[in-house]
């Protein structure tokens, strides 16, 4: 970071953790960023599928909210503390399928799957082996929103508020389409390599992703048809994104956070929808995309108001783009102030 904002990486072991399958782990390492105003409330932000726990980075390498989170920023680190964990499961520091397991030899299709439950659950307790007794807010979105919806659930008076950014209380079947294609082709190509780590199905995966991430609008003004010595513009953009995804991400990581998404649902083991979003102590302030075919803001908008009709309260910022679901990414002049002003109003109840 520049200047003299508080820049830490590093890892915490917990252990002896439990699945909610009931799967044990003799140990189990995260991986963290914590950044900003040392004595600073504390944000906790959540990652989504790819990324990991740099979500601020550094100059030479600025991490995938750096436009969000800087010193000056709408979350601003001269004020605030944020922390972000690499997810269990993940492939940037935090036990995953690459880590190695009692036996000395990695996990590989062994590790165990996950809930996003699980997910929340480990970095609660690293939250407190790190000291930190209470959040100001819990951020994210995509996977990161499931995080966040789970986080207001499981430990509802551990934070002042929860911002679900581009998230459903449930993911969807045409969610889950997208994401067996994506699974097959993994696998089969796992299945032609005897198991071992193989690139082509994890590149054809990130190319299904990218094209349910973005808007039609967005890729028709980008590419136009066009076309270089009979490839397409658009045919080039997609073997690049996904070539270059699997030169750093392991595709068992990738499986296991897919199959954890897909069994996203606030409302299981919990009475059902109504019953669930009643239980939301902490305010909720919710942003969704335009565009968004994995997560409609009209399914958000419809939970906010469900919210509202329990008797909780809850907000629902809408965002104009057409980058789809991934305007959770770019764009943070469109809502980076809704995310500063919901937060400022937090920290003046506070006094």
């Known amino acids: 970071m520049a200047g003299s904002i508080p820049y830490y990486t590093g890892t915490i072991k917990i252990p002896n953790f439990i699945l909610e399958s009931g799967e044990q782990f003799d140990e189990v390492q995260l991986a963290y960023e914590r950044s900003g105003h040392e004595n600073g409330p504390v944000l906790l932000v959540c990652h989504a599928l790819t990324g990991d726990q740099h979500s601020v980075g550094t100059d030479h390498e600025p991490g995938w909210w ?8 709408y979350i ?5 503390q944020v922390i972000t964990f690499n997810v269990l499961g993940g492939c940037n520091g935090s036990t995953g399928p690459s880590a190695l397991g009692e036996d000395g030899i990695p996990y590989k299709l062994d590790f165990p799957k996950l809930t996003i439950r699980d997910l929340v659950e480990v970095q609660f307790v690293a939250l407190n082996m790190l000291g930190v007794s209470h959040l100001k807010a819990v951020i994210g979105g995509s996977l990161g929103g499931m995080q966040v919806l789970e986080w207001g659930l499981m430990y509802p008076e551990f934070m002042d508020a929860i911002f679900p950014i581009a998230v459903t209380s449930q993911f969807s079947d045409y969610a889950i389409a997208f994401n067996h294609i994506a699974m097959k082709a993994i696998e089969q190509d796992l299945e032609r390599n005897q198991g071992e780590l193989a690139t082509d199905g994890m590149s054809l995966a990130r190319m299904v992703g990218m094209v349910s991430y ?8 980008r ?4 076309e270089i010595d009979g490839v397409y513009d658009v045919e080039s953009y997609l073997d690049h994104q996904g070539d270059k995804l699997a030169r750093r991400f392991n595709p068992i990581s990738y499986l296991r956070l897919l199959e954890a998404m897909n069994g996203h649902d606030i409302g299981r083991n919990r009475g059902g929808y109504r019953k669930t979003i009643s239980q939301y102590r902490a305010p909720v302030f919710a942003l969704g995309f335009k565009k968004d075919l994995l997560f409609p803001i009209s399914e958000i908008s419809r939970f906010v108001s469900g919210i509202q009709e329990c008797g909780g309260y809850a907000e629902f ?3 104009d783009t057409i980058f789809g679901h991934d305007g959770f990414l770019v764009e943070f002049h469109k809502w980076g102030p809704f995310i500063q002003e919901k937060l400022a109003s937090l920290t003046a109840k506070a006094v």
Request: hydrophobic share 25%; charged share 30%.
């Open 223 to 226: 590419f136009a048809r066009g």
């Open 214 to 221: 973005r808007s039609d609008d967005l890729y028709s003004k």
């Open 66 to 73: 750096n436009g969000l989170i800087h010193d000056g920023g």
């Open 76 to 80: 601003d680190l001269s004020y605030y």
């Open 317 to 319: 910022y809408e965002v």
